[in-house]
């Protein structure tokens, strides 16, 4: 995959998004357009999915340090 940040991917997806809503690019970029905006909302969902076990860790470590 492809490193790109996290807030820079959702901006990306936003403009395609709004282009393709649009209607007015050409079959074949439409296509391009989706397939790359497919891309990136999997590559979203893998950073928060991520995100979420690190907080999930950070979480259980902390309860884990209180407890000794």
Same mark, same amino acid.
């Given at each position: 995959? &492809?490193? +790109? +940040? %996290?807030? #820079? @991917? =959702?901006?990306?997806l /936003?403009? +395609?998004?709004?282009? $393709?809503? /649009?209607?007015k690019?050409?079959? #074949?970029d @439409? +296509?391009?357009? %989706? /397939?790359r905006?497919?891309?990136?909302k999997?590559?979203? &969902? /893998?950073? $928060?999915k991520? @995100?979420k076990l690190k =907080?999930?860790? =950070?979480k $259980?470590? @902390?309860?884990? #340090?209180?407890?000794?």
């Open positions: 995959m &492809e490193e +790109i +940040i %996290f807030e #820079d @991917a =959702i901006a990306e /936003e403009k +395609i998004v709004k282009k $393709l809503e /649009e209607g690019m050409p079959l #074949d @439409a +296509i391009k357009s %989706f /397939e905006g497919m891309y990136l999997k590559l979203c &969902e /893998e950073k $928060l991520n @995100a =907080i999930e860790s =950070i $259980l470590t @902390a309860e884990q #340090d209180e407890q000794e």
